[in-house]
């Protein structure tokens, strides 16, 4: 089984000025007793005419909303997550 955990969520620190919807995320995975923190960056996804527009919303997304993106991400987009694989 994976779990996955919201850590820390804050303004994205490269984007709070011009896209204050944009948020660094800190996620901790684990699996088989082996945890791996990392950072993602999450914006919410809003369609304007079938055309993807960042959210300017100030509001700090709550953490089903980011676990979910997580899963859509890794396991649509991303083929899956490599627990033994070394961090760079």
Not at 5 to 23: F, L, M, S, Y
Not at 49 to 66: C, E, L, Q, W, Y
Not at 68 to 80: I, M, V
């Amino acid at each position: 089984m994976i779990d996955v955990r919201v850590i820390e969520v804050k303004p994205h620190p490269d984007q709070a000025t011009n896209n204050p919807g944009c948020w660094a995320v800190q996620l901790e995975v684990s699996h088989s007793g082996r945890r791996r923190a990392f950072w993602r960056w999450y914006t919410e996804r809003n369609y304007v005419h079938g055309r993807f527009v960042a959210s300017m919303s100030k509001t700090k997304p709550k953490a089903g909303d980011i676990l979910q993106r997580f899963w859509d991400d890794t396991f649509a987009e991303l083929h899956g997550f490599a627990f033994d694989k070394e961090m760079p």
